[in-house]
């Protein structure tokens, strides 16, 4: 936990300029101004005894570091000072400019793109449904039925309203079963268990945000998920793939070498979603 906090959460959360300069200042005022130093370290180190042994690894829980470290950036961008004053001009000015655009580039992706683009793939997917209904003379005019993880994560997800409007779709959520810890059962009952739900609900689409996928990339405590994921992945649940529609930052892939899950901010809206379509439906979107 505690190198987690170091090299990935506290990076994710300041930037990586500002973290290095955090600590170039932290060395400075080691050796130029102890009493400082010693105040910065009397409001940081208790928290970071306890948040670095948590075994929740959330970045928006590392805030409280970030008004210290940028103290100690200062004094880091003023210890380049002593070396040469242009120096330290242009250091600043680096972290300022990065800093700036990394900030505009999250802040551009607030704007919820890939919930609308999903929004708009499953609007195709439902009409396409129910042509093929009435081509076939159904009675009833049949809605899409969409496959979503669970309760839970739909209460933070902003794509909700897209899931479910009444009239021409519904959700249903990832089999029971799949949320139950402990070991993995036998891949072929699994695949069997999973074909199963699929045909009982009649699940047309599935719909992966990424907080849900990460969580199967990070090797969660839940295997029963991988191994659905595996199968929904590997297309041998009847499903492929047609969209991932998701937003990007400034130098992402810095941040999220050591965590997938860096790409998401589930608080704030920001998500990707990844499509899985049956195969009769798959015209309706170009396939």
């Not at 004094?75 to 800093?99: H, K, Q």
């Not at 021409?168 to 070991?183: A, I, K, W």
């Not at 297309?235 to 965590?259: I, K, N, P």
Request: net charge positive; aromatic share 12%.
């Amino acid at each position: 936990p505690y190198l987690y906090l170091l090299f990935v959460g506290l990076p994710f959360v300041l930037g990586w300029p500002v973290y290095l300069a955090g600590l170039l200042g932290i060395a400075v005022l080691a050796a130029r101004d102890r009493p400082t130093l010693t105040l910065i370290a009397a409001a940081i180190l208790p928290f970071f005894l306890l948040q670095g042994a948590a075994e929740t690894a959330t970045p928006r829980y590392y805030l409280p570091f970030a008004p210290y470290l940028a103290i100690a950036a200062g004094a880091g961008v003023g210890g380049a000072r002593l070396l040469s004053p242009r120096l330290a001009v242009a250091f600043g000015a680096a972290i300022l400019c990065y800093t700036t655009a990394l900030t505009v580039s999250q802040v551009q992706r607030i704007g919820g793109a890939p919930q609308t683009a999903v929004g708009e793939t499953l609007a195709n997917l439902s009409h396409a449904k129910q042509h093929l209904g009435i081509s076939l003379r159904s009675r009833k005019q049949p809605k899409l039925v969409i496959g979503y993880p669970n309760w839970a994560y739909l209460q933070y997800d902003s794509i909700r309203p897209y899931l479910r409007n009444g009239r021409d779709r519904e959700h249903r959520f990832f089999p029971r079963q799949l949320r139950n810890p402990g070991e993995a059962i036998n891949p072929r009952e699994a695949l069997r268990e999973d074909r199963a739900w699929v045909r009982a609900n009649g699940i047309d689409v599935v719909v992966v945000p990424s907080r849900w996928e990460n969580l199967q990339l990070r090797h969660s405590f839940m295997p029963r998920e991988e191994q659905f994921f595996d199968a929904l992945v590997g297309e041998r649940l009847g499903f492929r793939q047609v969209t991932h529609d998701e937003t990007t930052y400034f130098t992402q892939s810095w941040y999220e070498w050591a965590d997938p899950a860096l790409d998401t901010i589930w608080t704030a809206g920001i998500s990707g979603y990844k499509l899985f379509v049956r195969d009769d439906l798959l015209p309706a979107v170009g396939r």
